[in-house]
C-alpha cells in the first residue's frame, strides 16, 4: 500500500486532472441519483393531477440534469485519461532516469527483461487500474452510504437485515483479495520467466536455427508456457470466486426481505409499495460493494505492480558521487594503489588482486595476459565502470572516486571490448562521442580509425543506417566505427580493450600507426597480439589478476618467461 | 542488411474476431457449458426477481404464513440453482481462458521459430518481445474477464428488450431507437480509440525497443557520458506513448458516460410519453411504473456491455498483431532430401535414392544480395573435396561471413548454386541440412542454464561423459573445472558472468559435441589470447579430422594448413590455392602475411 502512495506522488501537474475527474463522476452520481426522483414527481404529482404544464417542466428538468451528465461524463473521460497516462509517463520517466544511475551490479540484479516489463506492462497495469477504478471508487461509497440512508430512514426493522449481512460480505470479499493479493505476485514472476525464454531465444537466435534447435526452444518455451497458463488459472479461478459469494450473500439478503417483510406485511406492519422500495436500495447497497471488492481486486493486482515499480526507483545505486566532487583532472596520469577488485563482496576470489602501478602522464601502455586473467576488470576500474573492491585507483593524482562522474568519463575514453553500435544512422552513432563534431573532424576519427575507406563506399556514407545494434556492419566495421567514436570525445586517457580483434591485419597496422601520431594522450591497449603493444613505452603482462611482469618489449624478452612464450608462439603462426 | 518494412494489411476488425473466436473453439465444450451457464444464472436471477410479484399478489390476496414459506422456498431453489451456474461458469472460464492464451502464445512462438533470419535482422527485440508482454497480456486480460460478461449482458438486453416489448410496444419503439443510438456511438467511438490503440500499441513496441537497446548497452552509455542525450530520447518515445495512450483512452472512457446520459433521455421521453398516454387513457399508472422500472434496468447491461467492450478492444488491437505475426511467411523450406544415418556413417535420402553424405560442397556461379543493386558475392565458384580445409581470408566486408550463412541456408542465393554432396542445398530439408554443418558463429550465445548443458546444445543425446570429452577437446575442461560449480555452474545472462574468450571455447565445444561432417568456424579464434588458441588449435586439428571445414579467420596460422585459401575482394574471390602457392605468386596473400612480417 505505501509503494501504491508513495507513486500517487508522481502525478505531480496531473493531480489537478485525478481531482478534477473524481468530482465530475461525483456530479454525475448525483444526476443519476436526483433523475428518478425527478421522474417520480412527474408520475407521482403531474401525471396524477393531469397537470401537463409540471409534467412538461419535470420533462425538462430531466433533460437538462442528462444534458448535463453527459457534458461532465465526457470531461471526466478527458480528465482520467490525461491524469492516468501523464502519471504513466511520468513514472517511466522515473525510473529510466533511475536506471541511469545504476551500477552495473544493479542491473545485474534485475536483469533486462524484467527491467523492461518494470517499464511498460507494470505501469499499464497501474494505469488500467485508475482508468477502470477511479469511477467505481468514487461512486460506490456515495451509491452505498445513500442506500443504507433511504432504507434506515424506511424501515429500521428491515434494514437490520443490512447489519447482518454487509459485514459479512465485506469478510468474505476481503479474506478472497487477501488469498489473491500473493498470487499476483508468483503469476507476475512466472511472466518474467517466460519473458527471459523468449528474449534468449531472440538474442540467440542465429545459435537456434544453426544447431536446429527449434523442437528444443519450443519445449523449453511450452514449459514455461504451461507453468505460466496453471498459475494464471490458479490466481484468476480464486479471484473469480467473488462473483458467487456475492450472489449469493445478495440473494440471502433479498431472501430474509422476503421472509420478514413477508410476515411484517401478514402482521400489517409494512405496505407492499415499501418492500419493493427496500428491495431496490438493497440491490444498490449491494452492487456497491461488489464494485468496491472489483476496485480492490484490480487495486491488488496493481500492489504487484506497484512494488515491483518501486523496486526499481528504490534502489540505492552501487555508483555514488561525492558530496563535492572535483570537476577538474590535472593531469593523464592514472594510478593503481594496492588494488583488488572483486565483483560480488561473497565471491571466494578476486579478479584483481593487490595490483600496483603508476603510468606517467602521456605514456602508451600496453596489457597482454591470458583469458580471464583480469586485463578489461582493471582498465574498468579507471572510469568507474566498477568500484575497486579495495586499494584506490587514482587518476591526475586524485582518487577516481573523487571526481564527478562527468568529468572523470569525459577525461577517460574507452572503447570496450564487447562494444556496441545504436540503431540510427553512422553519423548518429558518431555524435554521441562529441555532439557538436562538424564533417571535418567526423571524417578525420574515421580517417584514424581506419573506417572512411569503407564509409566511403556506402552509397549513403554518414547516413548508413546501421540497424539495431549495428548489424548493418561487419564486425571489424563496428569495431573502426566504436574506435572513430571514442576519438571524438578527445578523451585524455584512451584506452582500447581488445578493440581490433575483428580488424583484419592490415587496417589494424593503420590504425596503430595513426593513433601513434596522437600526442599528449595517456593510451592503454589490451591486447592477444604483440604486435599491436610491442612499440608501447611500457607492456605490463597480467596473469591471474596480478602483474606478473612489465617492461618494455626488450627487457621482457629478457625477463618474462609467458612473455616469450606468447612471442614465440605468434612468430611461429606468422601473425605478428 | 536491409530492413524490411513489412506491408501493413487492411485491419479488419471481423477478421481478427473470427480469428480470435476459432481459439475459443478449441475449448468448444468448456465455451458451450460457460454459454449455458451463464443462460441459467442470468434467467435463475430474473425468475427470482420476478418471483416476489407472485409472492405478494398471494400476500395481498389473504395467502397465509405457509403460502409465504412456500414462496420463499422456491425462491431460494432458484437463487441457489443460480449461484451454484454463476460459480461454475466462472471456474470455467477462468480455466479455458488461460488455455486460450496459452495456444495464442504456443502458436505464436512456434511460429516465430520458423520465420527466416531476415525478419529478425529487421525488427528489434523490444518490438517482438512486445507480443507476449503486452500483447497477450491484454488478450488474457480481455477473456478473463470480458468473455462471460458480454455473453451475460448479451443475454440480459436480449430478456429485458422482450419484456418491454410484451409490455408496451409502442415505447419500446423509443426504447429501441435509444438502443440504437447507443450501439452507434459506442461503435463510433471504439473505430475512433481502436486506431489510437494501434498506436498506442505501436508506440509501446517501440519504447520497449529502446528500453531493450539501452539497458544492453549501458556501458556504452555511461562511457560517453550520454545519459542525459538518451534521457531525451527516451522522453521523446515515452511522450509519443502517452499522447496516443491518452487519446486512446479518452475516446473510450466517454462510452460509459455517453450510454449512462442517452439512458436518461430515454429515461425523460418515456416519462414524458407515458405520463401522456396515462392522460390519453392509452394505459395505465401502474403499468408506466413497472414500464419505467424495467427500462431503468435496461441501461444497467448496456453499460456493462460496453465497458467490457473497452477491454476487448484493446485486446483485439493485440490480437491482430500477433495474428498478423502468425500469418508472416515462414523460412521456405521445400526441401526434400532428407538425412539419415547409415551404419558410422550418414546418408541423404532422395527419393529412393541414397546418397552417402561426404561433405562435398561446391559453389556454381553464386550470386548474392542483402539489398538490391548491392551486391556482397558476386558470381562465385568454388569447391571443397571431403575432408578439404577451405580458408576464407579478406578485408571485413568482403563477404566472408556470407557464404557461409548461405550453406547452411540462413539466406538463399539470388543466382548460380550450391551443390552438397552433388545435392542442391535447397533440395534439401533445411533441419536436416542444418544438423549435417557444425556451426561456431560469430557471437557465442549461451542460454540461462548450466555449462554442461550448454555445451549439450550440440547434440542434445550426448552423455555426460561426451560432454567433458567434447570440452576437452575445445581445451574448454580445465576453466570449466575451475569455475564454482564446474559444469553445473549457471550461464547468466547470456553469459555475462564469463570471459569472452571462454564463450567461445565453450561454442567450439557445443560443435565438438555436435560431431557434424562439414564445420563452418566464423572467426572463431580472433577473441582468444595466443596461449588459450595454441590449445584450441591442436584441439581443432583433432575434430576437423576427416571433415570438410570452412575456416574465416584472421590468423593466417589457421589459415596456413588449409587445403585451398581463398583470398576475397567485394564478394569476387581474387586468389585461390595453398599457402606455398599464393605465397610464390606474389600477390594479396603474399602482400597481407609479409606485411604483416615486416613489422617484427
Not at chain 1, 529510466?96 to 516489463?117: P, W
Not at chain 1, 601520431?517 to 596473469?543: E, H, N, P, W, Y
Not at chain 2, 567433458?468 to 559444469?487: C, M
Request: hydrophobic share 45%; aromatic share 8%; net charge neutral.
Amino acid at each position: 500500500m505505501n509503494d501504491l502512495k508513495r507513486l500517487f506522488t508522481y502525478l505531480g501537474p496531473y493531480r489537478r486532472d485525478i481531482i478534477l475527474a473524481c468530482l465530475l463522476v461525483l456530479i454525475e452520481t448525483c444526476f443519476e441519483l436526483i433523475i428518478p426522483a425527478m421522474m417520480a414527481d412527474l408520475i407521482d404529482t403531474g401525471v396524477a393531477s393531469r397537470d401537463v404544464g409540471y409534467m412538461l417542466l419535470k420533462g425538462g428538468e430531466m433533460a437538462f440534469a442528462a444534458v448535463l451528465a453527459l457534458f461532465s461524463g465526457l470531461a471526466y473521460a478527458r480528465f482520467a485519461a490525461r491524469a492516468a497516462y501523464g502519471w504513466g509517463a511520468r513514472i517511466r520517466e522515473a525510473e529510466y532516469s533511475k536506471l541511469q544511475s545504476y551500477a552495473f551490479s544493479d542491473i545485474d540484479a534485475f536483469e533486462t527483461s524484467s527491467l523492461v516489463t518494470r517499464m511498460t506492462s507494470d505501469i499499464t497495469v497501474m494505469q488500467n487500474a485508475i482508468n477502470n477504478g477511479l469511477r467505481p471508487v468514487v461512486r460506490a461509497p456515495v451509491m452505498c452510504l445513500l442506500g443504507i440512508f433511504f432504507s434506515f430512514s424506511m424501515n429500521a426493522q428491515l434494514a437490520l437485515v443490512f447489519i447482518i449481512l454487509t459485514p459479512l460480505l465485506g469478510f468474505g470479499l476481503f479474506v478472497i483479495v487477501r488469498r489473491v493479493a500473493p498470487m499476483y505476485s508468483v503469476l507476475q514472476r512466472t511472466v518474467d520467466g517466460l519473458n527471459n525464454v523468449v528474449e534468449e531465444n531472440l538474442r540467440a537466435i542465429r545459435t537456434v536455427k544453426a544447431f536446429v534447435r527449434g523442437e528444443r526452444e519450443k519445449y523449453k518455451f511450452g514449459n514455461v508456457n504451461a507453468s505460466l497458463r496453471d498459475t494464471g488459472t490458479k490466481t484468476n479461478s480464486t479471484a473469480v470466486l467473488n462473483l458467487p459469494f456475492f450472489q449469493a450473500v445478495m440473494y440471502a439478503c433479498v431472501l430474509m426481505l422476503m421472509f420478514f417483510g413477508g410476515s411484517m406485511i401478514l402482521q400489517g406492519t409494512l405496505m407492499v409499495g415499501e418492500l419493493t422500495g427496500f428491495l431496490s436500495y438493497v440491490m444498490q447497497v449491494l452492487n456497491s460493494m461488489m464494485m468496491l471488492s472489483n476496485v480492490f481486486l484490480l487495486l491488488t493486482r496493481s500492489l504487484a505492480s506497484a512494488e515491483r515499480i518501486s523496486e526499481v526507483l528504490d534502489r540505492e545505486s552501487a555508483l555514488r558521487e561525492k558530496d563535492n566532487p572535483v570537476t577538474t583532472v590535472k593531469d593523464a596520469s592514472v594510478e593503481f594503489r594496492n588494488v583488488s577488485f572483486k565483483y560480488s563482496p561473497d565471491a571466494s576470489e578476486n579478479v584483481i588482486d593487490g595490483i600496483s602501478l603508476y603510468i606517467k602522464d602521456g605514456e602508451t601502455i600496453g596489457i597482454l595476459g591470458g583469458t580471464g586473467s583480469g586485463k578489461s576488470t582493471l582498465v574498468q576500474l579507471i572510469d568507474r565502470l566498477y568500484d575497486v573492491s579495495e586499494g584506490e585507483v587514482l587518476v591526475g593524482g586524485v582518487d577516481v572516486r573523487d571526481y564527478s562522474l562527468v568529468t572523470l568519463r569525459d577525461a577517460v575514453g574507452m572503447v570496450l571490448q564487447k562494444n556496441l553500435l545504436f540503431s540510427g544512422t553512422v553519423r548518429e552513432n558518431l555524435l554521441w562521442g562529441n555532439k557538436d563534431a562538424s564533417e571535418d573532424e567526423l571524417w578525420r576519427a574515421l580517417d584514424i580509425a581506419g573506417a572512411s575507406g569503407f564509409l566511403r563506399s556506402f552509397p549513403k556514407g554518414l547516413d548508413t543506417d546501421l540497424g539495431q545494434g549495428g548489424v548493418n556492419v561487419s564486425g571489424g566495421q563496428k569495431q573502426r566505427l566504436c574506435i572513430a567514436r571514442t576519438l571524438l570525445k578527445h578523451p585524455r586517457i584512451l584506452i582500447f580493450d581488445d578493440s581490433t580483434s575483428a580488424v583484419d591485419t592490415a587496417t589494424e597496422k593503420h590504425i596503430r600507426e595513426a593513433l601513434a601520431q596522437l600526442r599528449g594522450v595517456t593510451k592503454i591497449f589490451i591486447a592477444q597480439r604483440i604486435s599491436t603493444v610491442m612499440s608501447a613505452d611500457r607492456i605490463i603482462i597480467l596473469d591471474d589478476g596480478r602483474l606478473s611482469a612489465a617492461g618494455t618489449h626488450d627487457e621482457l624478452m629478457r625477463t618474462s618467461d609467458i612473455y616469450r612464450e606468447i612471442y614465440s608462439s605468434q612468430m611461429k603462426g606468422g601473425t605478428l | 542488411m536491409p530492413r524490411i518494412v513489412s506491408a501493413k494489411k487492411p485491419k479488419n476488425l471481423g477478421y481478427t474476431v473470427r480469428r480470435l473466436l476459432s481459439y475459443m473453439g478449441r475449448h468448444k465444450y468448456s465455451l458451450l457449458a460457460v454459454a449455458v451457464l451463464v443462460v441459467v444464472s442470468v434467467a435463475c436471477n430474473l425468475l427470482g426477481t420476478y418471483m416476489i410479484s407472485p409472492l405478494i399478489n398471494s400476500l395481498v390476496a389473504g395467502g397465509g404464513m405457509s403460502s409465504l414459506i412456500k414462496a420463499v422456498s422456491i425462491t431460494a431453489l432458484i437463487y441457489v440453482t443460480g449461484v451454484l451456474a454463476a460459480l461454475g461458469y466462472s471456474q470455467i472460464m477462468a480455466r479455458s481462458s488461460q488455455k486460450v492464451v496459452f495456444d495464442i502464445r504456443e502458436d505464436l512462438f512456434s511460429h516465430m521459430q520458423t520465420l527466416p533470419l531476415r525478419y529478425f535482422d529487421s525488427h528489434q527485440h523490444g518490438d517482438v518481445m512486445s507480443y507476449y508482454t503486452n500483447d497477450v497480456d491484454t488478450i488474457s486480460d480481455a477473456l478473463n474477464n470480458s468473455f462471460s460478461a458480454v455473453v451475460k449482458n448479451g443475454f440480459q438486453i436480449i430478456g429485458t428488450m422482450t419484456m418491454l416489448l410484451v409490455l408496451n410496444w409502442r415505447l419500446s419503439v423509443i426504447v429501441a431507437f435509444s438502443y440504437a443510438a447507443m450501439f452507434l456511438y459506442v461503435r463510433y467511438s471504439a473505430r475512433k480509440s481502436k486506431e489510437y490503440y494501434r498506436k498506442q500499441q505501436r508506440s509501446l513496441g517501440v519504447l520497449d525497443g529502446y528500453i531493450q537497446e539501452m539497458v544492453a548497452g549501458q556501458k556504452v552509455i555511461k562511457v560517453f557520458n550520454h545519459e542525459e542525450e538518451n534521457l531525451k530520447g527516451f522522453s521523446e518515445r515515452n511522450s509519443e506513448l502517452q499522447e496516443m495512450g491518452t487519446a486512446a483512452q479518452a475516446y473510450a472512457s466517454t462510452m460509459i458516460p455517453a450510454v449512462v446520459s442517452i439512458s436518461f433521455f430515454t429515461y425523460t421521453v418515456v416519462s414524458l410519453c407515458g405520463g401522456f398516454m396515462v392522460l390519453g387513457g392509452w394505459t395505465t399508472l401502474g403499468a408506466i411504473a413497472s414500464y419505467l422500472v424495467f427500462v431503468r434496468q435496461a441501461a444497467a447491461p448496456i453499460n456493462q456491455f460496453t465497458q467490457q467492450s473497452n477491454f476487448l478492444l484493446s485486446s483485439l488491437a493485440g490480437a491482430e498483431r500477433i495474428f498478423e505475426l502468425i500469418d508472416m511467411k515462414s523460412e521456405i523450406d521445400e526441401g526434400s532430401v532428407t538425412l539419415a544415418s547409415a551404419g558410422s556413417g550418414w546418408v541423404w535420402q532422395d527419393g529412393d535414392k541414397r546418397i552417402p553424405l561426404r561433405g562435398d560442397v561446391r559453389f556454381h556461379d553464386v550470386s548474392f544480395s542483402y539489398e538490391k543493386d548491392h551486391p556482397v558475392l558476386r558470381n562465385l565458384s568454388l569447391y571443397a573435396k571431403p575432408g578439404q580445409k577451405i580458408a576464407f581470408v579478406g578485408s571485413t566486408g568482403a563477404g566472408k561471413t556470407t557464404i557461409t550463412n548461405l550453406i547452411n541456408r540462413f539466406y538463399d542465393v539470388d543466382s548460380g548454386e550450391i551443390l552438397y554432396d552433388g545435392i542442391d542445398v535447397r533440395r534439401i530439408k533445411k533441419d536436416d541440412l542444418r544438423r549435417s554443418l557444425g556451426m561456431v558463429l560469430q557471437d557465442t550465445h549461451l542460454f540461462t542454464d548450466t555449462i554442461r548443458e550448454n555445451i549439450r546444445y550440440g547434440r542434445l543425446d550426448a552423455s555426460d561423459e561426451d560432454v567433458e570429452e567434447a570440452a576437452r577437446i575445445a581445451n574448454a575442461d580445465s576453466f570449466i573445472r575451475r569455475l564454482p560449480q564446474g559444469y553445473d555452474t549457471m550461464a547468466v545472462a547470456d553469459g555475462a558472468n564469463l570471459s569472452s574468450g571462454q564463450r567461445q571455447l565453450l561454442a567450439i565445444a557445443r560443435a565438438a559435441a555436435a560431431n557434424p561432417p562439414v564445420l563452418i568456424l566464423d572467426e572463431a579464434t580472433s577473441n582468444i589470447d595466443t596461449r588459450t588458441e595454441d590449445l584450441i588449435e591442436k584441439g581443432m586439428d583433432r575434430l576437423m579430422e576427416g571433415r570438410t571445414v570452412f575456416v574465416i579467420a584472421h590468423r593466417l596460422s589457421t589459415v596456413r594448413n588449409a587445403n585451398a585459401i581463398m583470398v576475397l575482394e567485394n564478394g569476387e574471390i581474387v586468389e585461390r590455392g595453398d599457402h606455398e602457392e599464393l605465397m610464390a605468386q606474389k600477390g594479396r596473400y603474399y602482400k597481407l602475411y609479409s606485411g604483416m612480417f615486416e613489422l617484427t
